[in-house]
């Protein structure tokens, strides 16, 4: 994540990012929790579920359907 992110400050310097990578069962509570201040919740769209052709996984999926804020997902 580190990588992908480098350089992307000194182009944007007033976007403020705080990449979070979660470990836990149910990383839609956290995320939601911790997002809650967010002008914006940037998510990816691919699960690692047994449906590979959903575009969705289920931590998007839970989050675009319980916060009031924007989301976007992203492949």
Do not use: I
Request: charge should be negative; hydrophobic fraction near 45%.
């Amino acid at each position: 994540m580190s990588e992908s992110l480098a350089g992307h400050g000194e182009e944007f310097p007033d976007v403020r990012v705080h990449p979070v990578v979660v470990v836990l069962d149910q990383p839609s509570h956290y995320l939601a929790s911790h997002a809650a201040d967010a002008q914006l919740l940037v998510l990816g769209r691919r699960g690692r579920g047994g449906f590979p052709n959903l575009m969705l996984g289920s931590t998007t999926w839970a989050l675009l359907h319980t916060v009031n804020w924007p989301v976007m997902v992203v492949p």
